[in-house]
């Protein structure tokens, strides 16, 4: 199995403090979309980014960014000035090729505390 | 932008009947959905790929038996529990492929429903 890794499975930080969540991925695809998304207690999931295997360009949203190394095969999350509302489970995944079949990491336990 | 809808968000049911879960593309049409099972501080394990107007494919280890999906029309799929059973309570969660969004953009190509909470008594 193409597995997803997230190894850290909590992260506990006080407001304002930077973040980054670790994604490890493994594929056999030359093409494959790799994705975070955000899980509050309610359950839903948020879509955060998608991310293509042919476009390594870094991208930042307000306080969002997302570095793609596909040296490393990485696809990192970094949070700058947490707030409390950004405490929540992070999911990265990975789908390959045309197949939009999603193979999710662990998660992340991300809790900003005041 | 894309809205997918999940029916009930939550549900009890008693063992041995069946629940009927409902995932309804709002406002795009959807040749392909998928359900997810998540168990509580767990990942998401994709169950199957549920394709319209033909069989779903389950993934290994999933009975088709126990949990079937019925693809209708192009925005709603439904996932039928069977015979349910404490075991099979968990958090399920369907999402739906909006073939419209283009693939070279950044953009979700993949809308998530708000998921279902089984309880099996």
């Known amino acids: 199995a193409q597995k997803v890794t997230q190894a850290q499975t909590e992260i506990s930080v006080v407001e304002k403090e930077d973040v980054t969540l670790d994604c490890v991925y493994e594929?056999?695809?030359?093409?494959?979309?790799l994705f975070w998304y955000k899980q509050p207690p309610s359950g839903e999931l948020v879509f955060l980014i998608r991310?293509?295997?042919?476009?390594?360009q870094n991208e930042i949203s307000g306080r969002y960014s997302w570095n793609f190394q596909k040296s490393t095969s990485s696809f990192n999350f970094t949070i700058t000035a947490s707030q409390v509302v950004d405490s929540a489970v992070y999911f990265c995944?990975?789908?390959?090729?045309?197949?939009?079949?999603?193979?999710f990491g662990k998660g992340t336990l991300l809790t900003v505390n005041p | 932008g894309a809205v997918v809808s999940q029916h009930p968000s939550r549900v009890i049911c008693k063992s041995g009947t069946s629940v009927k879960i409902e995932c309804r593309s709002l406002?795009?049409?959807?040749?392909?959905m998928f359900w997810y099972r998540q168990f509580p501080k767990q990942s998401l394990m994709l169950m199957a790929t549920?394709?319209?107007?033909?069989?779903?494919?389950?993934e290994q280890g999933v009975e088709k038996d126990k949990f079937l999906i019925n693809h209708a029309s192009l925005t709603l799929s439904t996932l039928t529990v069977t015979s349910a059973h404490p075991e099979d309570s968990s958090f399920y969660i369907c999402?739906?492929?909006?073939?419209?969004?283009?693939?070279?953009?950044?953009?979700?190509?993949?809308?998530f429903g708000a998921g279902s909470r089984l309880t099996v008594l």
């Open positions: 999402s739906a492929r909006d073939q419209g969004t283009a693939l070279l953009s950044g953009a979700n190509v993949l809308t």
């Open positions: 594929t056999r695809d030359t093409t494959y979309y």
């Open positions: 991310r293509n295997s042919f476009d390594e």
């Open positions: 995944a990975r789908a390959g090729g045309s197949n939009y079949k999603l193979t």
């Open positions: 406002d795009f049409q959807a040749t392909t």
């Open positions: 549920s394709n319209e107007g033909s069989k779903a494919t389950y």
